[in-house]
């Protein structure tokens, strides 16, 4: 986190939880889904879904990791910045960009129960269906991450791009 001398942040909020250290089997086997998920998946794609996720989901942790990881790839700071409000700023993104991110919010926000057709289906006209069984997968795996991330209170600010790698 860059700051000036003068500056006075806020504390920090303690980590609630270091759940990988106390379930590390679980931990392993979120790293390799998370690994198998993105298979076939455009990178710039992906990280622009998991930083989508996060941000509904409210987990700093992911959202400063994967801009981080994003911006390393080299995506570009403006379209990271617009993604929180996306459907406003859609000339940031391609068609298929699009489709992954409107399929991305009816996935993680559930409230209704379903996702709808329309949305599906403009996924489905973007994607072949193994590209979207892959684009389904990131999705899941991205919100179970972020379950983990806010549950536990994962402190963000200390990611450095291939820490994970």
């Known amino acids: 986190m860059t700051h000036s001398e003068n500056t006075r942040y806020a504390a920090e909020l303690p980590v609630r939880l270091e ?3 106390h379930a590390p089997e679980v931990y392993k086997a979120m790293v390799r889904l998370d690994g198998a998920a993105r ?15 996060s941000q509904i989901n409210h987990c700093a942790l992911c959202v400063d990791m994967h ?3 994003a911006l390393a790839a080299g995506e570009s700071v403006e379209r990271i910045v617009q993604l929180s409000a996306w459907e406003e700023s859609r000339h940031f993104y391609t ?3 699009l489709a992954a991110l409107e399929l991305t919010e009816a996935v ?34 991205i919100n179970a991450w972020n379950r983990f991330g806010v549950t536990c209170r994962m402190a963000p600010g200390h990611y450095r791009p291939g820490q994970h790698a």
């Open 67 to 69: 801009s981080r990881d």
């Open 108 to 141: 993680t926000v559930l409230t209704d129960g379903f996702v709808p057709d329309a949305v599906y289906e403009r996924a489905a006209g973007h994607f072949g269906e193994a590209e979207l069984a892959q684009l389904v997968s990131a999705i899941a795996v």
């Open 39 to 53: 298979r076939g998946l455009d990178p710039t794609l992906y990280e622009l879904v998991k930083i989508r996720a």
């Open 95 to 97: 068609e298929k960009e």
């Open 19 to 21: 759940w990988a250290k």
